[in-house]
């Protein structure tokens, strides 16, 4: 069953991790897939390559999420090159460790313009175009675990997270009379480029492990499957939720 047969997905930071394992996903799903990356084209044209070596046909562009006019200018591309969108995944963020006490103004400033600025320009070109298309559609946006609980070296990252959580539930309300769904999945501690370093030390790691119920660390199709499934019609009456993919790890309390 391929669910989501026909539809155009959109999504940002598609070259690598959580997006690039969503995009080829989606593409196995029947959709054809826009993609926003930065810095890496050797990437992003690789996932290109496996898209459309599934049949389906893909968009690309380069772009900084934290500049108001590259969501103007990726949705734009992606109606340009795929014809409409009935899909978009927000997913495009940082997350460089440092310690409270001495963090510098530039990566507070950079982190909440990228993961949380970020998604609020792009979610709100996505909603736009679905609105002019007036076909309604659906919106998922990659928040965090990070949302609901703190981290000692991720005070700047962990309101963003809880921010783009919050804005889909507030986009849920303003976006249901035009039958946009909106969500977001929760990852836990999902082995991608942004904390391949942290989880370098073994004993680091055994730890992390340790703390998830299913005895591992996440893998980015390990969240591409949640987010294919609230993207497709099987989703039809879910809007404004939040779905943890964390191998049990908030609910591993005692």
């Known amino acids: 069953m391929r669910l989501l047969e026909g539809k155009i997905l959109a999504i940002t930071g598609g070259s690598t991790g959580i997006g690039r394992a969503t995009a080829i996903a989606a593409a196995r799903h029947g959709a054809d897939v826009a993609l926003l990356h930065l810095g890496d084209s050797e990437r992003a044209e690789s996932c290109v390559a496996e898209i459309e070596a599934l049949g389906r046909r893909a968009a690309v562009l380069e772009g ?75 919106i998922v946006a990659v928040s965090s675990i990070s949302a609901l609980v703190g981290g000692e070296y991720q005070t700047h990252y962990t309101p963003t997270k809880a921010g783009v959580h919050s804005l889909m539930q507030s986009a849920a309300i303003a976006l249901g009379r035009h039958g946009i769904r909106c969500n977001s999945v929760l990852p836990g ?63 591993n309390l005692q």
């Open 64 to 138: 900084d999420v934290a500049e108001a006019r590259t969501a103007r200018a990726f949705i734009g591309a992606a109606v340009e090159g795929l014809g409409r969108i009935d899909v978009f995944v927000s997913n495009a963020g940082i997350c460089p460790f440092h310690a409270f006490l001495d963090m510098p103004a530039e990566t507070l400033e950079r982190t909440m313009r990228v993961n949380l600025h970020g998604a609020y320009f792009m979610v709100q070109a996505a909603a736009r175009q679905m609105v002019e298309q007036g076909q309604g559609g659906a």
């Open 189 to 251: 501690t999902i082995e991608t480029d942004i904390n391949r370093d942290d989880l370098a030390d073994p004993a680091k790691r055994a730890v992390m492990a340790g703390r998830v119920p299913l005895g591992r660390l996440g893998e980015p199709e390990d969240v591409a499957g949640p987010i294919v499934f609230l993207a497709s019609d099987l989703a039809r009456y879910v809007t404004g939720a939040a779905l943890l993919v964390d191998g049990g790890a908030f609910v």
